[in-house]
């Protein structure tokens, strides 16, 4: 059994601490990511995800090859929410992946605001324009959070 005075290592003593505003500096410099650029921005038109978007309950949105190469939207890129002219919010990006109306699901369909996947599809739709072969039309899924 070892007692306190007999031990083989003794911790060294602390190191100095660096100043906490330095900390806190380098701290905030690794949240944002030094290329995110100025936000993006999304808007929606649909007025049946109004309600669950001002409630911060949409989480994934869809855009259009054109204007994903407007935007330049990459995992980190701050967003301002809009619905319509008004701004609901702020996001920032979490995933960016590319899709069809093939691969939607009744789960995609909830967190963008929607009761079925039919729903979304026709809004998709509408927003989307349909390519020559229709169901093999891309857009690009956008996945974010709140802040």
């Not at 330095?22 to 701290?27: G, I, T």
């Not at 921005?41 to 855009?63: G, I, N, S």
Request: aromatic share 10%; proline share 8%.
């Amino acid at each position: 059994m070892w007692t306190r005075s007999s031990r083989p290592y003794d911790a060294p003593a602390a190191a100095p601490s660096r100043k906490p505003e330095l900390a806190h500096s380098a701290w905030r410099r690794a949240v944002i990511p030094p290329n995110a650029g100025p936000p993006k921005h999304l808007v929606f038109h649909d007025p049946r995800v109004e309600e669950k978007l001002r409630q911060q309950l949409v989480y994934q949105a869809c855009v259009s090859r054109k204007d994903m190469a407007a935007q330049k939207f990459f995992a980190g890129n701050r967003l301002v929410i809009k619905y319509r002219d008004e701004v609901i919010g702020e996001g920032q990006i979490i995933l960016v992946s590319e899709g069809t109306f093939d691969d939607l699901t009744p789960y995609d369909a909830v967190v963008m605001g929607y009761e079925k996947a039919e729903d979304l599809v026709a809004q998709l739709r509408r927003e989307v324009p349909p390519e020559k072969k229709g169901e093999t039309t891309e857009f690009y899924k956008i996945l974010y959070r709140w802040l």
